[in-house]
């Protein structure tokens, strides 16, 4: 499955990153690296340095998932699940 991270260079969403990453998902990071750190990138994660706010980010979403998305949340770190 293809999923989304925003704030992925971050403390808590680096682990969420890592959890999808082991249980083999292809996952793309998107941070803009406000406060998050290179330190907390998954090396088998694809990253995506943008602000999640730009048109450019939700122009990537749509790429990727062809609006096919099944599942969102919303807050600190947004992951997205295509089908
Ligand atoms: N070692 C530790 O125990 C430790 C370390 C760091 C943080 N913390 C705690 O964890 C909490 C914070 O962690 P967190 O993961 O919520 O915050 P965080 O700042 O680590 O992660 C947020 C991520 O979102 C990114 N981001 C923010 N705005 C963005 C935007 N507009 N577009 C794209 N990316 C954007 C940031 O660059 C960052 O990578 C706090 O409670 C803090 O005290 C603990």
Request: zero cysteines; a negative charge.
């Amino acid at each position: 499955m293809k999923i989304v991270v925003t704030g992925g260079a971050g403390f808590i969403a680096s682990h969420i990153v890592d959890a999808y990453v082991e249980r083999g998902h292809e996952v793309h990071i998107i941070d803009d690296f406000s406060t998050g750190q290179k330190a907390n990138l998954n090396a088998k994660a694809t990253l995506h340095t943008i602000d999640i706010a730009d048109a450019q980010a939700g122009q990537l979403i749509e790429q990727f998932f062809d609006g096919d998305v099944t599942e969102a949340w919303r807050g600190d770190a947004i992951a997205v699940e295509d089908r």
